[in-house]
């Protein structure tokens, strides 16, 4: 329906208002207003908190009320603080938590430190409360919930030098050297970091050197993907190979991280002759690749690949995140088509079902995705620090406000850390494809409702009769485990449901170590409510690798002389981790 349909034909002035409108529009159109706001604020966080600040404006009692408590506990903070300072030891009107940002003694010991915290979390509950009793849909209460964890976190006085006791003893301490080295990193990262600070110091982890360094070829590649296969390492492998499918919003090495910390170089020394997608970082030219053209390109093309240099009919798979996603898409339209060339299915962190889409939800509504098709439309892809600063978002205390600290305020340098370095390694999206799985996969859902089609087959994921192992990670922001739960209760076959103890990114660079541990299941059943199936689940002080090993070993059938590198149709281009990861 047109705005015009709408106007009523006893009102005069309609047609007026009408044009106005039209024309209001065509000049923000012409001057870019649309396309600078999507571009500054892509998932509409601003419109949201104009939403909410609207709804409290109208409900002036709900606000009088909230507003009351909150002055009546700054007071109580406030005498709290005079009475410590003079030696009296009050509780304040908040409750401290147990967090890291606040772990110096002073937040504690020095009043007037104590009564800046206070007032931080009171400022938070009070906020927090004026959200609750917000009249608003749930589309807008989640967006502004995200808003305003993100002022609250930029707002917390360990970010202010002023505020901040660790960075005021730092300063004393070297003389103020390290505001002047402070000042220079924020001059430095405004000026080659878009203003962000630095994770990590560059060239420090290199694909090829102290990151994806497990020895291999690439054997394949197409406009889309490289394909690597790894040496073997063992003096016999498996019969069946493995194919690793990893998401394309990542650059594949997340799987193979660092010696020690790679899945790929454990599976290697654990007897499989194993493959890796490496997906090409897409720039203009890939702009109308879509879902199908990434299944056909990507995946299915890799398994041929894989089933010519093997010799073998069937493969083992496994995908982390979208690439285990797709890995199940390609499951189903096998299905559909009634072949059986996959003989196990892994998938990690993995998303089926969207109903419960965790923090990237913010993102992914239709007014979200009407945004980024905008400022896609002008360059044919989605820029790599648009994916990146999403997901440093996503996380911010921890990804963009500890290292304002850690460089600005404190003036050090980011500690060297691996999976950072992945992390800022990032890399665009081609604009076709990522509409469409942002608005087929997390606004419509069409994969777990069975009416997803591609490359020209409808997707029905209880066909799928392989057995399946699925790993979760109880700290996923991305993937909650519960979805991750709800996606595997819709395979066919077997299903072996795993819950670590780690988030989206250590739940794949899970190598054993004294802190990890799992959950797993006492039967391979799954019970609707997985609440109900964590009760009886039972804990073992142990990587989920551990585990796995066994099971894949299991699907992977007996010892053989292990296969040549390459072949004569495919044989090896270049040394991995190959080209594509090197692109920028």
């Excluded at 309609?14 to 039209?22: F, I, N, S, T």
């Excluded at 020394?269 to 970082?281: A, V």
Aim: one cysteine or more; charged letters at 20%.
């Amino acid at each position: 329906m047109t705005p015009s349909t709408t106007l009523s034909s006893g009102d005069p002035l309609g047609e007026v208002r009408q044009e106005a409108a039209d024309m209001t529009s065509s000049i923000r159109s012409l001057l870019g207003i649309e396309s600078t706001a999507a571009e500054l604020d892509p998932a509409g966080l601003g419109q949201a908190l104009g939403r909410l600040a609207v709804s409290v404006a109208g409900n002036p009692a709900v606000f009088s009320r909230s507003a009351m408590v909150y002055g009546i506990r700054s007071a109580q903070a406030a005498m709290t603080a005079v009475l410590r300072g003079m030696g009296v030891n009050q509780s304040g009107p908040a409750e401290p938590t147990d967090d890291p940002r606040f772990a110096d003694p002073a937040w504690t010991s020095n009043p007037l430190f104590y009564l800046v915290r206070q007032q931080h979390m009171l400022l938070e509950g009070f906020l927090r409360d004026l959200l609750a009793e917000a009249d608003l849909d749930e589309v807008t209460r989640r967006k502004a919930d995200f808003a305003l964890r993100q002022v609250l976190d930029a707002a917390a006085p360990t970010n202010w030098l002023a505020t901040n006791p660790v960075a005021l003893k730092r300063a004393f301490e070297t003389g103020g050297l390290s505001l002047v080295r402070g000042a220079g990193n924020a001059l430095r990262d405004l000026a080659t970091n878009k203003g962000m600070p630095r994770q990590v110091t560059p060239g420090q982890f290199r694909p090829g050197h102290e990151l994806a360094a497990t020895p291999g070829s690439v054997v394949f590649r197409n406009r889309l993907i490289e394909l690597i296969q790894y040496e073997p390492q063992t003096q016999t492998v498996h019969t069946l190979p493995l194919l690793f499918s990893p998401p394309w919003i990542n650059k594949y090495y997340i799987m193979d991280l660092a010696p020690g910390k790679s899945l790929v170089e454990w599976a290697v020394r654990h007897g499989h002759t194993c493959f890796m997608i490496s997906y090409r970082n897409p720039d203009e030219t890939l702009a109308e690749l879509t879902m199908s053209d990434y299944l056909r390109e990507g995946p299915l093309t890799a398994l041929e690949v894989v089933e010519e240099i093997t010799g073998t009919q069937q493969t083992n798979l496994a995908g982390l995140c979208l690439g285990g996603t797709m890995a199940a898409a390609m499951l189903a339209w096998l299905a559909a088509r009634g072949e059986d060339r996959i003989h196990s299915l892994t998938v990690m962190n993995t998303l089926l079902d969207f109903t419960l889409p965790g923090q990237l939800g913010v993102f992914t509504d239709e007014a979200a995705i009407q945004r980024l098709d905008r400022t896609m439309a002008r360059k044919g892809y989605l820029p790599a620090d648009s994916m990146a600063t999403t997901f440093n978002l996503l996380r911010a205390r921890h990804l963009v406000w500890n290292y304002v600290v850690n460089n600005w305020l404190l003036g050090e340098e980011p500690a060297p850390f691996d999976i950072l370095s992945w992390n800022s390694d990032s890399i665009r999206m081609a604009s076709a494809m990522q509409t469409e799985y942002t608005r087929s996969l997390y606004l419509e859902n069409r994969l777990a409702k069975g009416e997803l089609t591609l490359a020209g087959q409808q997707l029905d994921l209880a066909r799928i009769s392989q057995d399946s192992y699925f790993v979760s990670a109880e700290r996923d922001h991305i993937a909650l485990w519960k979805a991750v739960y709800a996606s595997a209760r819709l395979m066919g076959g077997t299903v072996r449901f795993m819950l670590s103890n780690s988030g989206h990114i250590a739940g794949v660079v899970n190598p054993p170590n004294p802190k990890s541990r799992h959950w797993v299941g006492s039967a391979d059943t799954l019970p609707e409510d997985p609440e109900a199936w964590r009760r009886q689940a039972a804990e073992v002080a142990k990587s989920w690798w551990e585990d796995w090993t066994p099971w894949i070993a299991g699907r992977a059938g007996r010892r053989r002389k292990p296969p040549p590198m390459g072949s004569i149709t495919h044989p090896p281009l270049a040394a991995a981790p190959g080209s594509y990861v090197r692109e920028k």
